[in-house]
């Protein structure tokens, strides 16, 4: 480690750090259809889209309705993506002649895209047209991140309102986080980046001539467009198979920062949004707090893990040269180096955004116990647009209800009482997703088309499965590769995960936001918790890490806890 | 032809057990909130 590599990381920092407060401002009043400085340009477009589609923005819905327009409007998207990718060979901008997609694939691809997820288990340069990639996948980064921010706002407004019967209308909701928020940013971000070399452009992939004379096709693409929104959606799908680790989508350490800085910006915007919705700005800071310290903890640990290098072949004196150590630089771009993938890999598994601009696989195993915990705990250090916030709200109500439960009180979130109705949909939201992710790795371990994908045998395989059905249901989509993962079995099983990690989370989340809008504030009391001070962010970080730990650490034992021992026997 | 229906299939089916999921959650949440509205 080094103090250059430390610089970095608090540079980022300090950048998410600026960055949250002004964000949070523009969104609060971007979703509250306030004035800002976008809107004399994008509201006449935000008008025509309402009278085009028929929505009446003033209508504002209860959460049932919100909940059937959300789902409606995810089933469509699943079936014409799904149609999509099936067709593009008899559809335009195919300049590759590329086939469709095959039915399994392209199932596993649509939900994936349509959940904010982003798995691939494809190779975007060598099976998508550009249609596909921009029509499909671009457009469903931008719908599924609005979709996903729409939900956060809805709960918001449940806390936020008094006796209120309805949470706000799904489809301005969706028009104004993507109009208002995804489309300006972006455009930044992909012009900044096509400045630093990430090509866009229509034509095929280029012809070369290697030294050796052979004939190689270099693939290009609209990439600049694609990528800006693929690290701010959280959603993480890369142009290329390889991700931000391919040099036209990620060419230079400034882009690798950009990158890095996008992923994070809308999960801390939102927690100060919050704040600013409930009357306390104070609330949201405390969020905040308690995902500073869990992705402290995470890089800091991922950094060691990385610079200390193997063991193994440290005792072989394999490692480095005259006795200075390289670290584990395996599966790494040069020009990143240890400390910029691993600060990246932190920041797309703590999200829900998924790219990578390192293999996951090739990391200490320590350090691939640190990227599942990330997703295990639920993503909610930041998480993805929306999800992180709403992941970590119900986590708050877990926390209250624990405390309450201490002192005999019914416990009390930003003035709302959490009664049964509200802990009830909290822990259905929060027992989905490890029921679908232990309960899918537990099949695919013991099923013969689960264990015909594996790449590695013993502890590594075992985490290579366990990774990829966590990925999938936090809808986070990086994988840990080694895995085959295209292949029917793993297609279904994974586009199942992905399924229910996102609606069967979704659907109790926007019920509590119904519940908690149609309750009086209860006004503060002696008696009342304060859910803003340093002991809330302590105790709710406190009930983070053993929620997260009592469900996964079997599962964690079995896999890189147990490679790690493995390496730490073969060097002694 | 057949795979695609099958895979579209899967789809309302998902969906269809989402929308059933929320509607069991709708029942549930009015008994709560009497219940336990003076707690």
């Given amino acids: 480690m080094t103090s250059v590599g430390w610089l970095q990381i608090t540079l980022f920092a300090a950048m998410i750090g600026l960055l949250t407060r002004p964000l949070g401002g523009y969104l609060a009043r971007a979703y509250a259809g306030e004035r800002t400085v976008l809107r004399p340009v994008l509201g006449p477009l935000e008008t025509a889209i309402y009278r085009l589609a028929g929505i009446k923005p003033e209508a504002e819905q209860s959460w049932l309705q919100y909940t059937i327009c959300f789902l409606l409007f995810h089933a469509l998207a699943v079936v014409v993506l799904y149609g999509q990718l099936r067709l593009q060979s008899v559809l335009p901008l195919n300049p590759q002649d590329f086939a469709g997609v095959a039915p399994d694939l392209a199932l596993n691809t649509a939900v994936s895209f349509v959940t904010n997820t982003s798995w691939q288990s494809y190779g975007g340069e060598t099976t998508l047209s550009y249609l596909s990639q921009m029509s499909g996948i671009t457009v469903h980064s931008f719908l599924s991140a609005a979709s996903g921010m729409a939900v956060a706002i809805a709960l918001i407004r449940g806390f936020a309102r008094r006796r209120a019967s309805t949470i706000g209308n799904f489809w301005v909701d969706l028009t104004r986080g993507t109009l208002y928020v995804l489309l300006p940013i972006c455009v930044i971000a992909a012009i900044l980046l096509l400045a630093e070399g990430v090509p866009q452009t229509l034509a095929q992939a280029a012809a070369a001539t290697t030294l050796e004379g052979g004939a190689q096709a270099i693939a290009r693409g609209p990439v600049a467009s694609q990528e800006a929104i693929k690290l701010l959606s959280g959603d993480g799908g890369g142009f290329f198979n390889a991700n931000s680790a391919h040099p036209f989508e990620n060419p230079t350490p400034l882009t690798n920062l950009l990158e890095m800085v996008l992923i994070f910006l809308l999960g801390a915007g939102l927690t100060n949004c919050f704040g600013r919705m409930v009357g306390s700005e104070r609330q949201g800071w405390a969020l905040l707090a308690v995902m500073a310290i869990l992705f402290a903890l995470g890089v800091a640990g991922l950094y060691a893990a990385e610079a200390a290098g193997n063991p193994a072949l440290a005792a072989l004196q394999a490692d480095g040269m005259a006795g200075t150590p390289a670290g584990n630089m395996e599966g790494k771009e040069v020009r990143f180096g240890i400390v910029a993938s691993a600060l990246f890999a932190d920041l797309s598994t703590a999200s829900s955004d998924g790219a990578v601009n390192s293999m ?37 109500i877990v926390a209250v209800f624990l405390a309450g439960l201490m002192i005999g ?95 069967f989370v979704i659907v109790p989340v926007l019920a509590i936001a119904g519940s908690v809008a149609a309750q009086p504030v209860v006004p503060q009391s002696a008696g009342s918790l304060p859910t803003d001070r340093t002991l809330f962010v302590f105790f709710l970080l406190g009930v983070i890490v053993i929620v997260g730990g009592l469900t996964y650490l079997p599962a964690l034992a079995l896999g890189p806890v147990a490679e790690q021992l493995q390496l730490f026997h073969a060097a002694h | 032809m057949m795979p695609d229906l099958i895979m579209v299939g899967l789809v309302v089916v998902a969906f269809a057990s989402a929308t059933a999921y929320a509607q069991l959650c709708f029942r549930v949440l009015p008994l709560a909130n009497d219940r336990d509205a003076g707690s």
Avoid: Q, W
């Avoid at chain 1, 200490?364 to 970590?392: F, H, K, R, T």
């Fill in chain 1, 409 to 503: 009180r019914t416990p009390e979130y930003v003035g709302k009482k959490m009664r049964t109705a509200e802990v009830k949909m909290t822990i259905l939201a929060l027992i989905a997703v490890p029921l679908v992710t232990l309960g899918l790795a537990a099949i695919a371990c013991v099923v013969e088309p689960g264990l015909a994908g594996l790449g590695n045998p013993g502890p590594h395989g075992y985490s290579e499965i366990l990774y990829a059905y966590t990925s999938a249901a936090a809808t986070n989509g990086s994988a840990f590769a080694g895995l085959s993962a295209n292949s029917p079995f793993y297609n279904l099983t994974l586009a199942l995960g992905m399924f229910a990690g996102r609606f």
């Fill in chain 1, 360 to 396: 996951h696989d090739s990391f200490m195993p320590l350090s691939g116990a640190i990227l599942l915990a990330n997703m295990m705990v639920g993503e909610v250090i930041v998480g993805g647009p929306g999800s992180g916030l709403y992941g970590m709200l119900l986590f708050c």
